[in-house]
């Protein structure tokens, strides 16, 4: 709970990549360089978005509701580990504008790190899940010298997570 904790999810949080914070919200950072030591405070400001952005972030929603919706129906209607795979994929990597959930907890710090861990695991999945419909690809059957790799792939869910993002090192 402490502000510097705060502040480094607020930089480091989401995976590691770039970071929305809500409006307004200053975050201290340590810089070290060459030996020294000194602190810089950034403070965030909203950028509004021109129409053309608009649009082409409705375009792109669009585009991700359909691409899941679409997995959803293959999934449920060819039941296997091969469309199940694919869904699982697509629903990591299509996840919408997940910034703005990041934005909120990030005044609760014990509970984004609980989401910084939950995402982790399902980044694992995703990478888990595309591995199982490449080997599996378009027959739902694995070659038998890759059925040891197919099983090994829910193993790597835990191991093959960005972690270090949670700690800012990723």
Known sequence: NSKL???????????????????????????VAEGKHAEVA????????????????????????????????????RFCAMTVGFFVFVSWFNPGQYFAFYAMLQAHPPLLLIQEILQALAQGAGYAGFLIFALRFPHDRTEDEFVGIERGALALVPLHSDYDSLIGTG
Request: glycine fraction near 10%; hydrophobic fraction near 55%; include cysteine.
């Open 5 to 31: 904790c705060g502040d480094m999810l607020a930089i480091f949080g989401g995976m590691g990549g770039l970071s929305y914070v809500r409006p307004g919200i200053t975050v201290t950072l340590p810089i």
């Open 42 to 77: 950034l403070t965030s400001k909203v950028d509004p978005l021109n129409p053309v952005a608009r649009f082409m972030l409705m375009l792109d929603e669009i585009a991700a509701l359909y691409v899941l919706l679409r997995a959803f129906c293959v999934a449920w209607q």
